[in-house]
């Protein structure tokens, strides 16, 4: 399994995603070997066996021994520790990482993790490091000497940004490339695209990232004994291609999102061409619901028979969901998530206005952070409801818990959400939920209001009417609690075995049943 995202490493739901899914795979025993591209500390693990495989030239030479095949035996397996771990292993990781990381580990017992020692850029970071440059004519040399080589531009422009050349960043590399060959570089950049890589959501160069975390699959997982291939979206598709080509096994690819449902209609074309690939390359394919499928059939041109669609689920843990709320006259409306175009943030503050014009009473709070956040703020500034909107910022553990103890209702606004595991959170902490059609979790929910989220009228009148009527709310608990308890992990990982079984027939040439 290739995951980009595995708490406490996260920043949106595909982390969120990963977690729910691996652990009801390891309550049904299904051995799952999770590659994450995050340095974890060997000494946290405990029923989770952790192995670090090192770069591809450290293991050349030699330094790091390869991983070691997996273990049909369950229990405490002793971590196997490298030779010479890199020195920035244990210490990318806080101490409440540590801490937190070392809890996980010990909920799984058929699962291990392989994790890539490096700097990689979360899904919606804004920077990725960088090393010292060099000096501009050094950097002018080397560019005309790869050139010379038959290198291109986008190799040149991808490897400096993916940090490759040791004194070579990515401003000085394109400088190099802007004086020596400009019209070569004016026809690269028209090449990416109008909304560009390092546009939001693509910053920190995640297209080089994903194709140096590609190499390090593959040389890790060399030796390992899997059935089949499972990679989460498009930043693992280009390493799960390459070991499934390697190896032969079946590749799953998992579709939380489109980049059509990141950019809508003006998509970053090199990443619409990853998905594209991911999605033809493999031998099954699993959206999130049917909303996405229908992406993928009408934008990607794939093969409706080979998507299977697998909704996400939710952890149901009533007692973990027990904190006081905070007692005051204030009613308070939930956002809680991305701020980002896809999240239809906007539209929840237009709303804000309208409910405010009939009830004084009530506080909007805007849990989480993004790159419409700043512009979210002013928006309530100029509207004249900033000290009726409050921002936390982003949330993570306990707080996520206490937030949602505060809230009497919780909106998702969403322009354009595949599915959407936020409302099932809401509801099983007994928080009623209105979300938007334009989601493929309004498919499984019958006991939620429903809106257009660019009905700012009708979006209104709804809260107004949860917030205002105690039994409306109270049905909406009472319904939406009893319902979440069929969307479940354990659903969601016994229908993924099913895709797992159809891609190994499928490979062997069997008929799937």
Avoid at 80 to 102: C, G, I, L, Y
Avoid at 183 to 196: D, F, I, P, Q, S
Wanted: glycine share 8%.
């Amino acid at each position: 399994m290739l995951g980009w995202e595995f708490p406490p490493f996260i920043t949106g739901g595909l982390g969120t995603a990963c977690y729910g899914l691996t652990k009801a795979l390891d309550r049904q025993h299904i051995d799952v070997t999770f590659v994450l591209p995050k340095s974890v500390p060997a000494d946290s693990a405990s029923h989770v066996r952790l192995v670090s495989p090192g770069s591809v030239l450290e293991r050349v030479a030699g330094r790091i021994p390869a991983p070691v095949a997996p273990s049909s035996t369950r229990g405490i397996t002793p971590p196997v520790a490298p030779e010479r771990a890199p020195a920035a292993a244990s210490a990318e990781m806080t101490s409440s990482e540590r801490e937190q990381w070392s809890r996980i580990a010990e909920e799984f017992t058929s699962t291990r993790f392989l994790h890539i020692p490096g700097e990689y850029a979360g899904v919606y970071d804004a920077t990725a490091p960088s090393s010292t440059p060099a000096p501009a004519s050094r950097v002018a040399e080397s560019v005309r000497m790869m050139r010379e080589a038959g290198w291109s531009i986008e190799r040149i422009r991808t490897l400096a940004k993916a940090g490759a050349f040791p004194e070579m960043t990515a401003d000085p590399v394109e400088r190099a490339i802007e004086t020596a060959l400009p019209e070569t570089a004016g026809r690269a950049k028209e090449a990416v695209g109008a909304r560009g890589a390092d546009a939001a959501d693509y910053s920190g160069d995640l297209l080089g990232m994903a194709e140096r975390y590609a190499r390090f699959v593959v040389d890790a997982t060399r030796g390992l004994d899997f059935d089949v291939i499972h990679a989460h979206d498009w930043l693992t598709y280009p390493a799960g291609l390459a070991v499934a080509r390697l190896t032969g096994k079946p590749l799953v690819v998992h579709v939380h999102s489109t980049e059509f449902d990141r950019s809508g209609e003006h998509p970053n074309q090199q990443v619409y061409n990853i998905e594209r690939r991911g999605m033809h390359g493999a031998t099954r394919a699993i959206a999130v619901s049917m909303l996405t499928k229908n992406v993928c059939i009408n934008r990607y041109g794939v093969n409706g028979a080979k998507i299977d669609v697998v909704y996400n689920g939710v952890d149901l843990d009533p007692a973990g969901a027990g904190v006081q709320p905070i007692h005051s006259k204030d009613k308070i409306v939930l956002y809680f998530g991305r701020i980002t175009m896809q999240k239809g943030p906007e539209y929840f503050i237009q709303a804000a206005k309208k409910v405010l014009e009939h009830m004084d009473d009530v506080k909007f709070v805007v849990a989480g952070s993004g790159d419409q956040a700043q512009r979210m703020i002013e928006m309530a500034a100029s509207m004249g409801i900033g000290h009726k909107v409050l921002f936390t910022g982003f949330l993570r553990g306990r707080d996520i818990a206490r937030v949602f103890a505060m809230a009497d209702l919780y909106v998702m606004p969403s322009v354009s959400e595949p599915f959407g595991i936020a409302p099932l959170e809401a509801m099983s902490h007994n928080v009623p939920v209105l979300i938007s059609k334009s989601s493929g979790v309004s498919e499984v929910l019958m006991h939620a209001l429903k809106v257009d989220f660019w009905d700012i009228e009708d979006m209104a009148d709804k809260i107004i009417a949860v917030l205002r009527y105690p039994p409306l709310s109270r049905q909406l608990v009472e319904h939406g609690s009893f319902e979440i308890r069929g969307i479940n992990w354990d659903g969601a990982a016994t229908r993924t075995a099913r895709v797992y079984e159809r891609a190994i027939a499928a490979a062997s040439a069997r008929p799937a049943y």
